[in-house]
């Protein structure tokens, strides 16, 4: 157990983290629901239906959006751009092992699969990071999109309305990319301000920070 632990610890404590707040979101979700409802005059609704409801769906399905769209593009942002001075980019010349030609490692006992076997298995393995990232946030964006519709009707049968809303037309509504376009974002932001602030200061022991004696011209994490 203690070696599962120390091999393991980053990973576990961010699933416990992202547990604990997935679970604070549903019942905050739900009594502000239920909130809502009293105010109405609506009949409450209990928390597993509020589970299943497009607004939980759609919230969600709306952050976790942001966050793998900012992950893919960062990624792929990485792979060609420059900062001088922060320890989030490649330096400024010469290569890093993460450049170095995979091809060259195909008889490493230790590669992966996908580089010993060559061919279409490396070439998609070489960008499968990116590919997966990606892939989740149009997972992501299309669930947004079908929570939302969910919730818009949802909020025009409780209101007496008529309108009804598919996913494809939820997607090309303003409230739709409101709601992305306020967390896209902050996410970019939030990463420019930590490619930026890297450049000058410091997290001891951190692999995201450059050494704390490491000069503010030093660009990478040396």
């Known amino acids: 157990m203690r070696r599962l632990l120390r091999e393991n610890g980053l990973s576990l404590v961010l699933a416990l983290m992202f ?35 497009g607004t939980f769906m759609e919230t969600l399905a709306e ?29 400024l010349e010469g290569r890093e092992e993460v450049d170095e ?33 990606l892939a989740l946030f149009v997972v992501s964006f299309v669930a947004h999109a079908a ?25 090309v509504t303003s409230r739709f990319w409101f709601e992305s376009l306020q967390n896209w974002q902050s996410e970019f932001f939030s990463v420019l301000m930590l490619v930026l602030l890297s450049i000058g200061l410091r997290q001891h022991g951190s692999p995201e920070s450059k050494p704390v004696h490491a000069p503010h011209h030093q660009t990478g994490k040396g």
């Open 19 to 53: 547990a604990g707040s997935l679970a604070g979101h549903s019942v905050a979700g739900w009594r502000a629901d239920t909130h809502e409802r009293r105010l109405h005059g609506q009949e409450e609704q209990p928390y597993a239906a509020f589970l299943a409801s």
């Open 147 to 171: 929570g939302g519709a969910r919730a818009f009707n949802e909020e025009q049968e409780a209101h007496g309305g008529a309108e009804r809303i598919g996913t494809a037309g939820y997607l």
């Open 63 to 91: 952050n976790m959006e942001s966050e793998f769209l900012q992950m893919a593009a960062y990624v792929l942002l990485t792979v060609w751009l420059r900062q001088r001075g922060s320890a989030e980019s490649k330096p």
């Open 101 to 133: 030609p995979p091809e060259r490692h195909r008889y490493d006992e230790d590669a992966p699969g996908p580089v010993r076997r060559g061919g279409l298995a490396l070439a998609l393995y070489r960008n499968s990071l990116s590919a997966a990232l």
